[in-house]
């Protein structure tokens, strides 16, 4: 019998970073489902650590955390380095030398915003666009430009790269257009990998980690930060109410009643699957709402309003995409209504056509 076929997944895995961390691991045990040897490939850089360490104390910057929440920002980055190890790893490379990838077959570029130039640590980094790797086994899987918008195009030295892949797939819209019109290619618009091989949510709070001290209904979780003054005033009032309890995961937000800064991924994914209903200004944070089936409002933010933007027109829920001037009327008609089952159909419908892509794309 012949051994299955080496696939090195190249992303942002190290970030400290819930939605990184899961499109990742759902990535990597997604191809495994499907028969091949998948690994995340170990990049590793001195200066984008460093970066990364510093956004993950410091998240808020130029504000500066309180002293009494940086420890527990350091605990929730040593969460995400336990959980990045028990992660199926090649042996670490230099970020700057792709060159030094070996051992595996066919290298999967994605998810995550992999192509954006703007990233502040993460941009401009040529592995990403495949310099260095052989275009006959390279492929993209919801790869995306994030806030570099289409309509600024691609130098074309980075456009060139993109055009050796073998086959481009995107999980957005903008992305999209991006490769028609700077790299002349037609992409497959694919979910995000979360989506496609969503990981098991909790679905009561007996399964959360650490049990939300609160008695009486389940609560409602907060992912983001930076929210809008009068969005989050709304929420709170709505929330205070009902009876429902806010919390907080991984970012302070001082309107929640309760603050869950340190949890790790698995702790994030827990709370997520136990609440009544989601409040967001990150892509994760709708992607896990949709995966448990939550009602949820998501205020937008400059810097993510293409990926959910196009995210929310895909799966049909784009009037929970909000901009932060809504009534408490509109919060509470968001936060308490369900998903209409027409978002299950059109999720069922993207997995397949991504399944499709990933058939051709891996033969």
């Given at each position: 019998m012949s051994r299955p076929r080496t696939i090195g997944i190249l992303t942002f895995h190290r970030c400290i970073n819930y939605g990184s961390y899961w499109q990742a691991k759902c990535l990597v045990e997604g191809l495994r489902a499907r028969g091949f040897d998948a690994l995340l490939l170990d990049h590793d850089s001195p200066r984008a650590n460093w970066a990364e360490w510093r956004c993950a104390l410091q998240p808020l910057l130029p504000a500066r955390v309180p002293r009494s929440d940086f420890r527990l920002y350091a605990r929730k980055a040593r969460g995400f380095l336990a959980a990045l190890a028990r992660l199926p790893l090649t042996r670490p490379f230099p970020l700057d030398q792709p060159e030094r990838i070996e051992g595996v077959d066919l290298?999967?570029?994605?998810?995550?915003?992999?192509?954006?130039?703007?990233?502040?640590?993460?941009?401009?980094?040529?592995?990403?666009?495949?310099?260095?790797?052989?275009?006959?086994?390279?492929?993209?899987?919801?790869?995306?430009?994030?806030?570099?918008?289409?309509?600024q195009g691609l130098d074309p030295w980075w456009a060139d790269r993109l055009r050796a892949f073998r086959a481009l797939s995107v999980r957005d819209e903008n992305s999209r257009v991006m490769l028609r019109a700077s790299v002349g290619r037609e992409a497959d618009l694919v979910l995000d990998p979360c989506l496609q091989f969503p990981p098991a949510l909790a679905s009561s709070p007996a399964e959360v980690s650490a049990p939300v001290p609160a008695a009486g209904p389940a609560h409602v979780a907060v992912y983001g930060h930076s929210f809008p003054d009068a969005f989050a005033g709304a929420v709170r009032r709505w929330a205070d109410a009902r009876g429902r309890?806010?919390?907080?995961?991984g970012y302070r937000n001082d309107w929640a009643h309760e603050q869950r800064i340190?949890?790790?991924?698995?702790?994030?994914?827990?709370?997520?699957?136990a609440s009544?209903?989601?409040?967001?200004?990150?892509?994760?944070?709708?992607?896990?709402?949709?995966?448990?089936?939550?009602?949820?409002?998501?205020v937008a933010s400059p810097y993510r309003s293409n990926k959910v933007r196009d995210l929310m027109r895909a799966v049909g829920t784009g009037d929970r995409l909000l901009d932060g001037a809504e009534t408490d009327a509109d919060i509470a008609r968001l936060l308490e209504s369900p998903l209409h089952g027409g978002v299950g159909r059109r999720i069922a419908a993207l997995r397949r056509r991504s399944d499709r892509y990933l058939d051709r794309a891996l033969a």
């Amino acid at each position: 019998m012949s051994r299955p076929r080496t696939i090195g997944i190249l992303t942002f895995h190290r970030c400290i970073n819930y939605g990184s961390y899961w499109q990742a691991k759902c990535l990597v045990e997604g191809l495994r489902a499907r028969g091949f040897d998948a690994l995340l490939l170990d990049h590793d850089s001195p200066r984008a650590n460093w970066a990364e360490w510093r956004c993950a104390l410091q998240p808020l910057l130029p504000a500066r955390v309180p002293r009494s929440d940086f420890r527990l920002y350091a605990r929730k980055a040593r969460g995400f380095l336990a959980a990045l190890a028990r992660l199926p790893l090649t042996r670490p490379f230099p970020l700057d030398q792709p060159e030094r990838i070996e051992g595996v077959d066919l290298v999967v570029v994605g998810s995550d915003e992999v192509w954006n130039l703007r990233h502040p640590w993460y941009g401009g980094c040529r592995a990403f666009y495949g310099d260095g790797l052989a275009g006959d086994r390279l492929v993209s899987y919801a790869a995306s430009f994030g806030n570099h918008d289409a309509a600024q195009g691609l130098d074309p030295w980075w456009a060139d790269r993109l055009r050796a892949f073998r086959a481009l797939s995107v999980r957005d819209e903008n992305s999209r257009v991006m490769l028609r019109a700077s790299v002349g290619r037609e992409a497959d618009l694919v979910l995000d990998p979360c989506l496609q091989f969503p990981p098991a949510l909790a679905s009561s709070p007996a399964e959360v980690s650490a049990p939300v001290p609160a008695a009486g209904p389940a609560h409602v979780a907060v992912y983001g930060h930076s929210f809008p003054d009068a969005f989050a005033g709304a929420v709170r009032r709505w929330a205070d109410a009902r009876g429902r309890r806010l919390v907080s995961i991984g970012y302070r937000n001082d309107w929640a009643h309760e603050q869950r800064i340190d949890e790790g991924p698995d702790g994030f994914a827990r709370l997520i699957g136990a609440s009544a209903a989601v409040v967001t200004n990150f892509f994760h944070g709708c992607v896990f709402a949709l995966l448990g089936g939550k009602a949820f409002a998501c205020v937008a933010s400059p810097y993510r309003s293409n990926k959910v933007r196009d995210l929310m027109r895909a799966v049909g829920t784009g009037d929970r995409l909000l901009d932060g001037a809504e009534t408490d009327a509109d919060i509470a008609r968001l936060l308490e209504s369900p998903l209409h089952g027409g978002v299950g159909r059109r999720i069922a419908a993207l997995r397949r056509r991504s399944d499709r892509y990933l058939d051709r794309a891996l033969a």
